[in-house]
């Protein structure tokens, strides 16, 4: 007896020891296939996010990750606070004061030709060696490389106003047209010069205030877009579609 019950004890731990196995296998397969499951992408889930203008860079990225994006978000306050002074005091100079630039040019070179006409004379008679002027040479590529951005964005914009003439896109027409009302009432307030002036402080405010409030800034555009999209389908339903539109596409020659 005690033989039969020593055989149905072992008996009775192999078989919990198989079953102990086989749950741990079990919650091993189990706890492989919960990490086989993908998990949610972020850069999915930021993707759905709605972005001004569609974009999907960073701010400073936008204005090309260099050193004018540097001053345009104030990166360095230094720099940017001096530029933006430089401007100012250049706008109360020909805006406020009325001062001509050719004159103000010309006064410049008069006092800094008549500066160093002077040392450059008197500097052997107090013993100290005359000024070294520099050798100022305009070099021959960055010249080309601006004058060939320019050509492009020129180029680009001929095309564009060729492709609105056209008639082939309503909206592209409108947005146009409503845009340049709006530059002849503001150029009508205000001359070239200090609408230059505006545009530049807003190149200097605009970006860093909206870089720093993205998230509720997108939000409410978000907001905005859907509500302008709700106008534009009524009245696109109401006015544009009953506008006869030139051919979507052109004939092709035989």
């Excluded at 409503?178 to 530049?200: D, E, R």
Aim: aromatic share 10%; with cysteine; glycine share 6%.
């Amino acid at each position: 007896m005690a033989e039969h019950d020593k055989e149905e004890s072992v008996g009775e731990s192999m078989m919990d020891k198989i079953s102990e196995k086989i749950q741990g296998h079990d919650s091993s397969s189990d706890s492989d296939s919960d990490h086989e499951k993908p998990k949610p992408n972020s850069d999915s889930l930021q993707s759905k996010i709605y972005r001004l203008f569609g974009r999907e860079k960073p701010v400073h990225e936008v204005f090309g990750g260099g050193k004018p994006a540097d001053v345009f978000l104030w990166r360095n306050k230094k720099i940017s606070a001096g530029v933006l002074g430089g401007a100012t005091a250049l706008w109360v100079l020909f805006e406020l004061l009325e001062y001509n630039l050719l004159t103000l040019v010309c006064h410049c070179l008069i006092v800094a030709l008549a500066l160093l006409f002077l040392w450059s004379n008197f500097s052997t008679f107090i013993n100290k060696s005359p000024p070294r002027i520099p050798e100022v040479r305009i070099p021959e590529e960055p010249v080309l490389q601006i004058a060939a951005a320019l050509r492009f964005e020129i180029n680009r914009g001929f095309a564009v106003l060729r492709d609105i003439a056209s008639g082939r896109d309503l909206k592209k027409f409108l947005s146009v047209i409503a845009g340049l009302w709006v530059l002849s009432i503001v150029g009508s307030w205000c001359n070239f010069l200090t609408l230059f002036y505006f545009a530049f402080v807003l190149l200097h405010t605009v970006p860093v205030i909206y870089e720093k409030y993205d998230d509720q800034v997108d939000a409410f555009a978000e907001k905005a877009m859907i509500e302008i999209k709700k106008q534009y389908a009524v009245f696109n339903a109401k006015v544009l579609s009953k506008i006869p539109m030139g051919p979507l596409k052109d004939k092709k020659k035989v």
